[in-house]
């Protein structure tokens, strides 16, 4: 057991349409900021799963995929999308079967979950984009760099006709609108991975504000979820906010193209998500896979790029439930993928399946064997 808890250490920052998501998220049983996903019926005992609102779209639509398919052999699945901090929460203090997260565990977490349960593994799922999301008459495709994003955030420029906003956007009517900041009110991996961007490219943000799921914001309105920042933006003329590419998308938001540290400015999209993990390097993330994508080097990245996590711990004290969980992990790096990119997700580099594969192996059933999947 040891020797297994002894591969996870360290955590390194890189500096580095419409329809299809209505169904999913009417199949999440959204509700403001949350979802709850379900799957199945019939089970004495079944698969909890909580946190990351990030890929709750995607999630929605797997869940409802490999419940058709008969995968989940009667097990009832059930995943609320609460926000990464929560869903940590909850899996290190046994609420749920497996956690969901933007953002690796820290250090002290896993500690802290490893004492209490055995060795967890980070199962990266899918790679998706926080956009700078705004609402704005004719919804102008603008350029920000992160030193103006932060800017904003602190609420410094509070124009969208402010000479910082102009000098990145040569040739764009900006409307005279006061600028409605809006950001998330939980604990969130979009946030930790947004602020962790501004930070970078700001000192004054990073002084004052810092990065981490949870920050003290200067100014703003806050919202519950990436769908509640969503429709907070949408609703209110001059808003911005941060949210996955999905849900702006949704609500019809205008979002930037970002300064990436190659200086050019990049457009989210599943290809430009993809360009942010290309330059991954195996032997960095074959052990654990924390491993930020943020400021990724590559010309056509993305510069807020962000992989999520299902969390589980390899020992299962359950054998039914074991052998779903397993199964479900293997469906959505396998399978699962080829849906990624129809809801503005971006599937896993094909060079991780292989390790991913290993990592799903390690999950054993009460008897401490590991269990046959994928074979």
Known sequence: MASRTSRRRGWWPRSAVALLLGCALLAAGCTGGRHHVAAGSGASSGLDGAGATFPAPLYAKWLSDFQRDGAAG??????????SGAGVKRFMSHQVDFGASDVAMTDDELTAAEADGGPVLHIPTVIGAVVVAYSLPGGPRLRMDGRLVGDIFLGRVRSWNDPAIAALNPGVTL???????????????????FTGFVANHSPDFKTR?????????????????SSGVAKRVQATKGAIGYVEL????????????????AG??????????????????????INNFRVSLIDATGASAYPITSWTFILVRESQSNQVKARTLANLLWYMTHNGQASATALHYAPLPRFLIGPIEAKIRLISGPDGHALSVGR
């Open 264 to 285: 050019r400015f990049v457009v989210p999209s599943p290809a430009s998500m993809a360009a942010a993990a290309a330059g991954l390097e195996l032997v960095s993330v």
């Open 74 to 83: 009667g097990v009832k699945i059930s995943y609320q999308a609460v926000g």
């Open 246 to 261: 999905t849900y702006a998308l949704n609500q019809q938001l205008g979002y930037a193209a970002v300064q990436n540290a």
């Open 175 to 193: 409307p005279d609108l006061p600028i409605t900041v809006v950001h998330r009110s939980d604990s969130s991996g979009t946030t930790a991975n």
């Open 209 to 225: 504000v810092g990065s981490g799921k949870s920050v003290r914001w200067p100014v703003g309105e806050a919202a519950e979820g």
